[in-house]
């Protein structure tokens, strides 16, 4: 069992910063593979960025050399740097922990942090 707590959401103007954290806990925080969802509201929750327990990451080609994710395996904390946001990028963000494990899949959602950007 993993327990995600988001935190670092706001309201910030158009072309300002955010940096969002997710705290995990209850297990091994490396074996898993950790990603930044979204949802705005009407439409589906959609994947942001993901990094691998090695550190290797892929993003959504909306967000693609603005928004930075990162992982501190020690800390057991994921991290999603944001810069350059947009009216777009509006909505709930959500931390994901996910591991594939003789078969079975281990899934965990975080309770979510609003970002809210104004134009």
């Known amino acids: 069992q993993v327990q995600l707590v988001e935190s670092g959401g706001g309201l910030v103007q158009a072309g300002g910063s955010l940096r969002l954290s997710c705290a995990a806990s209850?297990?091994?925080?490396?074996?898993?593979?950790m990603g930044w969802y979204r949802q705005a509201p009407g439409k589906q929750r959609e994947l942001v960025a993901g990094?691998?327990?090695?550190?290797?990451?892929n993003y959504a080609d909306s967000v693609k050399d603005r928004f930075t994710i990162s992982r501190d395996n020690a800390q057991s904390t994921l991290y999603l740097q944001m810069n350059s946001l947009k009216p777009e990028d509006t909505a709930v963000y959500y931390c994901?922990?996910?591991?594939?494990?003789?078969?079975?899949?281990?899934?965990?959602w975080g309770q979510g942090t609003q970002v809210t950007v104004s134009s």
């Open positions: 209850g297990s091994i925080f490396s074996m898993y593979i």
């Open positions: 990094i691998s327990s090695g550190g290797s990451s």
């Open positions: 994901n922990a996910y591991r594939l494990y003789r078969g079975i899949k281990y899934n965990y």
